[in-house]
């Protein structure tokens, strides 16, 4: 970010009081930070579920917060990662 830039929005944007435009930004900005983390509990429950559904064992981990699905290690018995192909389909 650049100092003009900063010197921009001082400049133009922060009025006193707050125009409407600003006003609603903010409550908007703030709303977001509210909503949000029900939108990705929503999506990571439909995640899990579509690759149950695709026939990927899911596995949480108590060692790491990591999700590991598919195959089991017979030497060592802990889960494989989830190939790359499924995370970034779920990014």
Not at 15 to 29: I, R, V, W
Not at 31 to 37: L, M
Request: charged share 10%; net charge positive; aromatic share 14%.
């Amino acid at each position: 970010m650049t100092l003009a830039l900063i010197q921009f929005f001082h400049q133009y944007f922060n009025g006193n009081p707050p125009s409407k435009l600003a006003k609603s930004a903010g409550a908007a900005a703030y709303t977001v930070y509210i909503i949000h983390t029900v939108v990705y509990n929503v999506w990571i429950i439909a995640f899990v579920a579509i690759l149950k559904a695709a026939g990927v064992i899911i596995v949480f981990s108590q060692k790491t917060p990591l999700l590991y699905g598919g195959t089991v290690d017979p030497a060592t018995g802990e889960p494989s990662m989830l190939p790359d192909g499924i995370i970034w389909a779920g990014f």
